[in-house]
């Protein structure tokens, strides 16, 4: 229906084509462009590392005298812990132009690449590089574009790796790039908790924003100078710094404030929590093929996302039960990692408090367990999956024909359908196996949870499509055991809220009202002793799509931000008038990572403008 491999279905021929086009743009082959034009400026400034990292940010880099591939310094920078080694400098640069980027470059992986190009953004790398080896590639400025950011990074547990003679070649821009911001000052510690802390320091000119640091890895970005740290653990010492932001670059770290957490029990999740944030962002990752959206590496995916759902794990046949998860191949995705460095990966962002899922099923996922024996293949062949990449849980995107209510099932509280009652109890003995800190969360459509308010079934008299409202048993079920819900408010049709009104997509009226219905609870088919109960509000993300071509319902960053201020504030609500007020609402939901970056993180700034 809507978590499709390709947002919207894309012809076969249209698919290799886009395929194709990517890997000539991204490819990974270590081959230098054509020759720079004699007319070209050189636009990098110290791009031999003469002046010492004078015009560059670099997360873990130095220069040295050895070896070098001319003059007397070059960069050498090691990946760690979750950081590749980023180095970057943003030049200024004319519109619709064409430009040449170069560079030397010795090690392992090494990465080299251009952003913000306005049109699409380049990287090249080299696999494997004992000696000096040239990398080169090109790109054409978009019709407005005057500043592009350049890049070199490493590779996760791959070593030190070292560039020389960094280049671009083209029409030189007619005023010098801004630089990045200073680092800050005057970090303290306060309100220190058993699990959490409160940092503050001074505001750093010309900073858009900051990004805080946790023994040295990189755990959540603000737009303020406080952040509230929360997920710790009792008596135990933690070191933080921060950086500042702006669109040219991150700052050096400030100075490290240590704190210890005093003893205590208790910990961060609370209902539906699991150790997530108090506002959390949440993706699917196509981690299992490409499509017009581009594929993108887990190790690439910014720190704002605090769960990422791998899509997809799939069955083997429909009623199987049998659940397996294949990465994209090479022939697909010409620059997927290994399957070590996904796992690398995975670790990584683990280590700065993200949660990572496999989320099984999604359009093409079809999944009934219509037996025990497929029950216990399920619980079986998930529990592998997560066992092989050591994940944080579990997400339950069953679309389509999955799920669907036999006729004599009329009631939520008692269900009696087989595909429904043995997929509740696959998600007890998963729950159950891996414990509390098991995170589990479900993407269902408007058509199984609130149609579920008109229509549960077949219906009294017969007739109805049994799949509606379907949902509703297993999350009622799983109420006490679920870390999430984020209904998908996209690719739906018109749905009656609380009001008695019908509300189509396009605006916020359509997620407000939505929303409404989970946080307040209704009547089952308008059954008044069928109520559904609400959830806790830290259970609820809002799902939305991240681009319009990502699905259909896609509304604007304005629309999105009336409908948080609505839910959370109680302003702004338009025609609608909810039942309450939910300042705890968990966060939103996208379909997906790869769409937002494809659509240049609108859906992300949005959420990090909106709760920093």
């Known amino acids: 229906m809507d978590h499709a ?109 251009a952003t913000g190009t306005g049109t699409t953004d380049v990287r090249t790398w080299s696999q494997s590089a004992s000696d000096w080896t040239a990398l080169g590639t090109t790109f054409r400025t ?41 680092p800050p000052a005057g970090l303290t510690a306060g309100s220190l908790t058993p699990t959490g802390v409160t940092l503050a320091w001074q505001p750093v000119t010309g900073a858009d924003g900051y990004a805080v640091y946790r023994d040295g890895v990189r755990i959540r970005t603000v737009t303020g100078t406080s952040a509230v740290i929360t997920g710790l653990e009792p ?38 929590g699991s150790g997530l944030p108090p506002h959390a962002l949440v993706g699917y990752l196509h981690a299992g093929f490409a499509n017009g959206s581009g594929y993108t590496r887990l190790a690439d995916v910014p720190d704002s996302w605090d769960v990422i759902d791998l899509a997809f794990g799939e069955p083997t046949s429909v009623t199987s039960g049998d659940i397996r998860f294949e990465r994209c191949p090479v022939s697909e995705c010409p620059g997927v990692e290994s ?35 497929a029950r216990d293949t399920f619980v079986r062949s998930v529990s592998a999956i997560i066992d092989e990449y050591g994940l944080d849980g579990l997400d339950i995107d069953f679309e389509g024909h999955s799920l669907s209510l036999n006729a004599d099932d009329t009631d939520f509280r008692n269900p009696r359908t087989p595909v429904i009652v043995n997929l509740i109890s696959a998600l007890r003995t998963l729950k159950a196996r891996y414990g509390d800190d098991f995170v589990l969360t479900m993407a269902p459509e408007t058509f199984f949870v609130q149609l579920g308010h008109q229509y549960y079934g ?23 055991d679920l870390t999430l819900l984020h209904v998908q408010d996209y690719n739906s049709g018109p749905i009656m809220g609380l009001d008695g009104q019908y509300h189509s997509m396009g605006g916020a009226d359509f997620h407000i009202a939505m929303t409404d219905m989970l946080l307040t609870g209704f009547p089952v088919a308008g059954n008044a002793d069928h109520f559904f109960p609400p959830l806790h ?76």
């Open 5 to 113: 491999r390709s947002g919207r279905p894309v012809p076969l021929l249209r698919r290799l084509a886009a395929v194709t086009a990517a890997a000539v743009v991204a490819s990974g082959l270590a081959t230098l462009p054509s020759p720079a034009r004699a007319a070209d400026a050189e636009l990098v400034r110290n791009g031999g590392f003469e002046s010492g990292l004078d015009s560059w940010t670099c997360s873990r880099g130095t220069t040295v005298a050895s070896p070098v591939h001319s003059g007397s310094a070059a960069l050498r920078a090691t990946p760690e812990g979750s950081d590749n080694a980023r180095c970057s400098q943003t030049v200024t640069v004319r519109p619709d132009q064409q430009y040449t980027l170069s560079a030397q470059v010795r090690g392992a992986y090494v990465f080299l690449g």
């Open 235 to 272: 008596e135990t010492a933690y070191s933080f710094q921060v950086t500042a932001l702006n669109e040219e670059g991150e700052s050096a770290r400030s100075q490290a404030v240590v704190v210890t957490t005093p003893a205590g029990s208790g910990g961060p999740g609370g209902p539906g």
């Open 458 to 480: 077949t219906g009294r008299w017969g007739g109805q499509d049994p799949r509606a409202g379907a949902y509703l048993p297993v999350i009622h079920a799983l109420r006490e």
């Open 537 to 612: 509000p830290g259970q609820v993300a809002i799902g939305m799509p991240a681009t319009s071509q990502a699905g259909n319902g896609h509304v604007a960053p304005a629309e999105v931000v009336k409908t948080l201020d609505c839910l959370t504030k109680g302003t702004g609500c338009g025609s609608y008038t909810t039942h309450g007020t939910w300042p705890a609402l968990r966060g939103l939901m996208t379909w997906s990572i790869n769409w937002d970056r494809h659509g240049g993180w609108e859906f992300q700034r949005t959420f990090d403008r909106y709760f920093p």
């Open 142 to 182: 978009g019709p407005d574009t005057t500043r592009v950011t350049l890049y070199t990074h490493g590779w996760y547990g791959t070593g030190a790796y070292h560039v020389d003679d960094v280049s671009l070649a083209g029409p030189g821009g007619d005023t010098p790039a801004p630089q990045p911001p200073a």
């Open 339 to 373: 399957d070590a460095e996904f796992k690398a990966a995975i670790r990584a962002k683990q280590a700065a408090g993200k949660k990572v899922l496999i989320s099984i099923g999604g359009q093409n996922g079809q999944v009934q367990l219509t037996t025990t024996a």
